[in-house]
């Protein structure tokens, strides 16, 4: 029998039946091989990332000394658990976590496998450092797919018939600027949700059992939401105020995205706790819980961690990352990065009416689509559009949102400035396209 069906579209029949449905699809692409900014399908064509693995390859794919960190690794030894052996590359690489991300005068840090891990050990810590139970968490909020993870999440339809959930976590509004501000400055619309906060305390949870408010700087699944610099303020003094664990989740706004290592060090607001993955690890599954040492220190031994925290071969790849990242400066390639996107997106909105919102901080960055100019008329089948016709044209592209109407950018820092320009004129080009077929 003749076909004409590419090696793509056999791959993507095969994974059909291969494997479980839940496994989501996000793009159609597949990949050959991967470097810098460019992936290569099996069928040969080049295509531009923009997407980054979901914000994992900030430093580009295979960055040659991270791939020969690896290499290094595996001939040496691959697994001892270092709850049983100890090993040098998990006590460097928290060594250098504590050296570019401090929390207070002593950091400490735990590292894990993946983003949702790093959630699940924060929040053992936290409840074991205050000896409390309760957990506040945001609307909008991603924060993985285990159980208190999910627990922590917003979108309903990543939890639908997973439950009962994790009991004694509550959830607050998150200060989202564009959809609800109206006419308030963002000052104005900080304290009022800052009173909404404050009045948690007398209608959704006794805050003398509040353990910890876990948030995203910059909201990511949610939207590339940033949270407003007044409310982030008066948060921090509010845990202080009660005694209350500060978790910061940077799983995918950390390592140069937002243009320093973490988002928090943008608003230069500390958080007590905080968690990594991602970018860390140029694609290896490292995370990490950093965080003060008195905090830290509080899980009790044997009470956080599992038997692959911290793989050997991961740690040196993520160590190799950090080096990589310092020696290029990927921090103010990603300002110079965020800064071409987001003009070049605030010059593609002054003529599309239907883009409401652009937004983020560094090279974090997503738009929002919506009818008639209103944040609260999400225009979800756009993007769609746009997406599937980015892929057509040979660019990945991820869609973010509660309702699936933004468009966020996620590509590797390294992405040449042709590269860059070539990769937002296919974005402009099928945007102008989807608009025109509404």
Known sequence: MITNKTKSQDLLDRRKVAVANGVGVFNTATVQHAKGAIITDVDGNELIDFAG????VNAGHCPEPVVKAIQEQAAKYLHTSFNVVTYEPYIELCEELAEILPHGE????MLVSTGAEAVENAIKIARQATKKSAVLCYTGAYHGRTMMAMTLTSKVSYKYNCGPFAPEVYRLPFPNFYRYAGSRTEEE????ELKRLRESAL???DVNEVAAIILEPIQGEGGFNPIPQTYLEGLRAFCDEHGIVLIMDEVQSGFCRTGHWAGWQHYGVEPDISTY???MGSGLPIAAVVGKADVMDAAAPGSIGGTYIGSPIACVAASAT???MKEI????RAKHVGTVIMDRLNSIKSECPEIGDVRGVGAMIGFEFVHNNDPRQPNSD???KIVKGCADAGLIVLSAGTYKNVIRILSPLVITDEELEKGLSILEQEIKKAIKHI
């Open 53 to 56: 693995g979901i914000g994992v």
């Open 106 to 109: 002593n950091t400490k840090a």
């Open 189 to 192: 619309f900080a304290e009022d």
């Open 203 to 205: 209608n959704l949870v």
């Open 277 to 279: 993955a991602k970018s």
């Open 322 to 324: 950090i080096k990589y």
């Open 329 to 332: 400066d990927l921090n103010e």
């Open 382 to 384: 756009i993007c769609s």
